[in-house]
Nanobody, 125 residues
Framework: VQLQASGGGLVQAGGFLRLSCTAS????????IGWFRQAPGKERVFVAH????????DYVDSVKGRFTISVDYAKRTVYLQMNDLRPEDTAVYYC???????????????????WGQGTLVTVSS
């Protein structure tokens, strides 16, 4: 499956953005989804996860209460709604997907076989 991420941009602190990740796979239902980000000069790290049936989501502590992951299966699109953005949220954001069951390794990049190209989010102070 191919993933196309979009929605990044420049926003002031306290603002919001919604990232989109559209899949080429018609049968997108049944994929676990992850969002990761890579800040300048740093490693790529886990941000959010949604399991295959949507019954479980998980977020890194720094974004809990501010970011929400959701899916529109009709559009084959995963969203990451990001509210109350902070300068430390500045990064390239990547969506990822896996057709396998992911449990304890959901924060690991190796759990996801498919990756989008990344979209840049810049938060100014």
């Amino acid at each position: 499956v191919q993933l196309q991420a979009s929605g990044g941009g420049l926003v002031q602190a306290g603002g919001f953005l919604r990232l989109s990740c559209t899949a080429s796979e018609r049968n997108f239902r049944g994929y676990a989804i992850g969002w990761f980000r890579q800040a300048p000069g740093k490693e790529r790290v886990f941000v959010a996860h949604r399991n295959r049936n949507g019954g479980f989501t998980d977020y890194v502590d720094s974004v809990k209460g501010r970011f929400t992951i959701s899916v529109d299966y009709a559009k084959r699109t995963v969203y990451l709604q990001m509210n109350d953005l902070r300068p430390e949220d500045t990064a390239v954001y990547y969506c990822a997907a896996s057709s396998s069951v992911i449990r304890n390794n959901r924060a690991s990049q190796t759990a996801y076989a498919y990756w989008g190209q990344g979209t840049l989010v810049t938060v100014s102070s």
